[in-house]
């Protein structure tokens, strides 16, 4: 079983790692809804904010 690490701790590598990445705000991408259209190879996904705060990704 791998350690667990506090939670800070991993707070600082995941922003360490996101900063190598695209960053997208997820409230921008919907202009301020909760909802978004996404385009990948002519699909369409649904982007949807729900009202606990979370993402879901839909096709």
Same mark, same amino acid.
């Given at each position: 079983?791998?350690?667990?690490? #506090? @939670? &800070?701790?991993?707070? !600082? /590598?995941?922003? $360490?790692?996101?900063? !190598?990445? #695209?960053v997208h705000d997820a409230t &921008?991408?919907?202009?301020?809804?909760?909802?978004?259209?996404?385009?990948? +190879? &002519? /699909?369409?996904?649904?982007? $949807? @904010?729900? $009202?606990?705060? +979370?993402?879901i990704l839909t096709k």
């Amino acid at each position: 079983m791998g350690t667990v690490m #506090p @939670i &800070e701790r991993s707070r !600082e /590598q995941a922003l $360490r790692v996101a900063s !190598e990445l #695209p960053v997208h705000d997820a409230t &921008e991408l919907t202009n301020g809804g909760g909802l978004a259209h996404i385009v990948l +190879k &002519e /699909q369409v996904y649904t982007l $949807r @904010i729900t $009202r606990a705060g +979370k993402l879901i990704l839909t096709k």
